[in-house]
């Protein structure tokens, strides 16, 4: 089996995707715009031949590149990113040399786009906040006489909360369209409830080989226009509510083969049209694992390796592992270094050393969502779950 895998060395973990397909025997080729010298050496020795391109972004680069492992090892039976970012160019990699493994380019759409992804929700009969794609001030305010104040804008196309605000008046509304005049958005009616996503990897039939549940903070936009400290946890079940939304999500997008992270909130009130508090209710789709460390916040909390399992997906489409029975709370919570805390790092590290799995700086590109400092802890209990957010997270 011929596997392209696009840039293996970024997010920094996702050379463990190409060690486990290597182990299975695949030929892992990889394509990527760092030069080989500078590769880690984990990443070299996980693939079969990397190939360089001067930039990623450029789509004649990374199609002579796919075109050199064709010509060299013959058909190649998968090629994939992982990474949110790439989905539209695989897929478009896909339909060029006709891999059909994945998702084509007449088909990201609907994986992609916001806009596109409300008739797919509709298909499931999963509610989700009312939207409009902006076209005319004069048709957003109208929208807004229907849902009311505030409401939400978001890119058409974008990765996590990129370009997202947060629109409580109609001074807001307009000053936003003097400012915003290019990039495709959308509109949404606001929604009050906690953010769960269903972390999973789907087989060819889109039966779930692994599923998870990660509790997020309410507003990842606010995270990072208000500079909050993040912190989220993988929970150690996975709501029987959430699960329904999910595989029904699943079957309304016709998704298979991939690792998917949906998200969903919880409403935390009744809201007209969407549902009862407690229900879950369809936020958006990402086709693609969560970002930053989240598979390995998986792994932690139920003692599997998310890695073996989607390179055994895409290998025998089916585990090889025995499983766990052991489930826990696995937590993430960042610091940035502009504020100052309660609690020093020696004290967190005392109090918490015995169940803390990683402590460290995170790169500069993840620093606005994430933090400048990260630790990860794997707990028993929600309780405790929420004593150590506060811990370290806690400002003077």
């Known amino acids: 089996m011929n596997c392209v895998f696009i840039s293996p060395n970024h997010p920094r973990t996702h050379w463990m995707f190409t060690n486990r397909l290597k182990a299975n025997g695949v030929n892992v080729l990889g394509i990527g715009d760092c030069p080989y010298d500078e590769l880690n050496d984990n990443v070299r020795d996980s693939l079969t031949e990397y190939y360089y391109v001067q930039e990623i972004k450029d789509y004649n680069q990374v199609f002579r590149a796919v075109a050199f492992f064709s010509f060299k090892y013959g058909k190649i039976d998968w090629l994939e990113s992982n990474n949110e970012f790439w989905l539209e160019q695989d897929a478009r990699l896909r339909s060029d040399f006709n891999i059909?493994?994945?998702?084509k380019e007449d088909e990201i759409g609907y994986y992609k786009r916001k806009s596109l992804m409300k008739g797919c929700y509709k298909k499931a009969k999963v509610p989700s906040a009312r939207q409009i794609k902006i076209t005319t001030i004069e048709e957003a305010l109208d929208f807004i006489k229907q849902v009311g104040y505030p409401v939400i804008v978001k890119p058409d196309i974008g990765v996590s909360a990129y370009a997202t605000y947060k629109l409580s008046?109609?001074?807001?509304?307009r000053g936003f369209f003097a400012d915003h005049v290019e990039l495709p958005y959308v509109m949404e009616e606001y929604v009050e409830?906690?953010?769960?996503?269903?972390?999973?990897?789907l087989d060819n039939q889109g039966k779930p080989l692994m599923e998870a549940c990660t509790q997020w903070p309410p507003s990842i936009m606010n995270v990072v226009a208000d500079k909050l400290d993040l912190a989220y946890y993988v929970r150690a079940d996975v709501p029987d509510k959430l699960k329904k939304a999910a595989v029904a999500t699943i079957n309304g997008f016709g998704v298979k083969s991939r690792f998917v992270h949906l998200e969903f909130f919880c409403l935390t009130k009744d809201k007209k049209c969407l549902g009862k508090k407690g229900d879950f209710v369809g936020l958006e789709v990402?086709?693609?694992?969560?970002?930053g460390y989240t598979p390995d916040l998986i792994n932690y909390a139920h003692s599997i390796d998310v890695y073996k399992i989607w390179a055994d997906m895409v290998t025998y489409n089916k585990r090889t592992d025995s499983g766990s029975q052991e489930s826990m709370f696995c937590?993430?919570?960042?610091?940035?270094?502009q504020f100052n805390y309660v609690h020093t790092p020696a004290e967190?590290?005392?109090k918490y050393g015995n169940d803390m799995i990683m402590a460290e700086r995170m790169s500069p590109a993840m620093v606005p969502q994430m933090g400048n400092q990260c630790y990860i802890v794997k707990l028993k209990t929600?309780?405790?779950?929420?004593?150590?957010?506060?811990?370290?997270?806690?400002r003077r």
């Open 100 to 103: 059909t493994t994945g998702v």
């Open 169 to 173: 008046d109609e001074d807001a509304v």
């Open 193 to 201: 409830g906690n953010i769960f996503s269903y972390d999973a990897i």
């Open 286 to 291: 990402n086709m693609s694992p969560a970002e």
């Open 331 to 337: 937590v993430y919570a960042g610091r940035r270094d």
């Open 348 to 350: 967190i590290s005392k």
């Open 382 to 394: 929600e309780k405790e779950v929420k004593e150590f957010i506060k811990f370290v997270t806690e």
